[in-house]
């Protein structure tokens, strides 16, 4: 049982209209520890709203993280990539519907064979690398497309059990990942070994961040593979777990942990 085929379900029910899939970006950024740590580090490292920056979002999905670029950095254009025709095609269509295609167009790449040279300050890798087995190749060439002093911002799963595996029997609750993690020596000396400096790997969701995701994400995602009806249950499930959830979320931004299940990365290009 995984939960990306729920999550793409969803994702289906809020594109039908531009102000659903907004109000389903909002619900995303509330709703995952992740945006709010990948939110505070990107907001870290470029603190001025105003710089021009050109941004590459590899590997974008449902697209909320180029949207919320767009609002932080009025000034940016970004390039949104994906591997999945369908999720461009959708994010194209979004970013037209709202006027903003001057500043952002998402594009179907492969990253292992993205070839943009000294083009980006800024790439948000989220959610992607433990889904290529070739992740040297893919640092390579965000670095490579990056422009000097260029800074990567990387959110992946941690090899303590940020899969949601914990043992050699387990089997990943995401599914379609090739690996179950990164160790922070890991990401660290391969990063390094690619041409990146001032390589900085910290660990999320610690102890109050894998709770709060096992109640807001795990349990909810477990419920409605046993039937979507209880879908229309959510709202109450939520009501209730949601105060305790944004807390946890919270201390954990806030804490630094000795491990999590995931980590956040950051590194400048040489």
């Known amino acids: 049982?995984?939960?990306d085929p729920i999550k793409e379900q969803l994702g289906k029910v809020f594109n039908k209209k531009p102000s659903l899939r907004k109000l389903f970006y909002l619900l995303l950024d509330i709703l995952l520890l992740r945006s709010w740590h990948v939110h505070k580090t990107v907001s870290a490292c470029f603190s001025s709203p105003a710089e021009e920056l050109k941004i590459l979002d590899a590997g974008m999905g449902f697209g909320q993280y180029t949207w919320w670029m767009l609002k932080?950095?009025?000034?940016?254009?970004?390039?949104?990539?994906?591997?999945?025709?369908?999720q461009v095609k959708d994010c194209n269509n979004f970013f037209n519907k709202?006027?903003?295609s001057?500043?952002?167009?998402?594009?179907?790449?492969?990253?292992?064979q993205l070839s943009t040279a000294d083009t980006y300050d800024l790439i948000l890798c989220v959610d992607v690398m433990e889904h290529i087995l070739e992740d040297t190749l893919v640092f390579k060439n965000f670095n490579s497309s990056l422009k000097n002093g260029g800074t990567l911002v990387i959110s992946t799963p941690?090899?303590?059990?940020?899969s949601d595996v914990h043992g050699d029997s387990d089997e990943s609750f995401i599914g379609e990942h090739v690996r179950d993690g990164y160790s922070v020596e890991e990401i660290t000396k391969k990063l390094s070994e690619c041409g990146f400096k001032d390589v900085i790997a910290s660990y999320t969701y610690g102890t109050p961040?894998?709770?709060a995701w096992r109640l807001s994400m795990k349990l909810p995602v477990i419920m409605l593979s046993w039937s979507k009806i209880l879908f229309l249950f959510l709202p109450l499930y939520y009501l209730v777990v949601m105060p305790f959830c944004l807390l946890l979320n919270y201390f954990d931004l806030r804490m630094r942990h000795r491990q999590g299940t995931g980590l956040l990365v950051t590194a400048v290009k040489k």
Request: with cysteine; hydrophobic share 40%; glycine share 8%.
């Open 1 to 3: 049982m995984h939960y």
């Open 72 to 86: 932080k950095f009025r000034k940016a254009t970004i390039t949104a990539a994906d591997i999945k025709a369908e």
């Open 98 to 100: 709202c006027n903003i």
């Open 102 to 112: 001057d500043r952002v167009k998402a594009i179907e790449a492969d990253l292992t």
């Open 158 to 162: 941690s090899d303590k059990g940020g």
């Open 209 to 211: 961040g894998s709770i």
